[in-house]
């Protein structure tokens, strides 16, 4: 997206077209997000109340899979030089991450939360 991601964007541009069709097609489907300010925002809340959703503790980017996925696809990028070219890198290089990568991400969500609870919400070695 180019700009700033307010609340109402997020519910017009991702929520609407996007994640509620997704997940009125996948019956028990429960949806995760972080406490991004527009996650959070009454707008958004009340878009997803007839969602189910999982609540997600402040501050726990090791309990997100995708923050893995966001770093191995940092340490593989190469030099953009304008947002055209890093759009099309990000592009290239998630559509080429092998699915065993995220399978093993998903994966190790029970050890993820375990070790969140162990750590009272602090850092883990995720």
């Excluded at 700009?3 to 996948?26: S, W």
């Excluded at 996650?39 to 501050?59: G, M, S």
């Excluded at 770093?71 to 998630?94: F, I, N, T």
Aim: charged content about 15%; glycine content about 8%; hydrophobic content about 35%.
């Amino acid at each position: 997206m180019c700009g700033t991601l307010t609340c109402q964007r997020y519910v017009d541009d991702i929520l609407q077209p996007h994640v509620g069709p997704f997940l009125n097609g996948l019956p028990g489907t429960i949806f995760q997000q972080d406490n991004a300010r527009p996650h959070t925002a009454r707008v958004a809340q009340d878009f997803l109340r007839p969602l189910q959703n999982l609540p997600w503790p402040a501050r726990s980017p090791d309990l997100s899979p995708v923050e893995q996925v966001w770093d191995q696809l940092k340490r593989q990028m190469a030099s953009c030089h304008s947002v055209p070219d890093l759009e099309l890198a990000v592009q290239d290089l998630g559509a080429h991450l092998p699915q065993d990568n995220i399978r093993c991400l998903i994966n190790s969500m029970p050890d993820r939360v375990a070790g969140c609870i162990a750590a009272g919400g602090g850092p883990t070695r995720y």
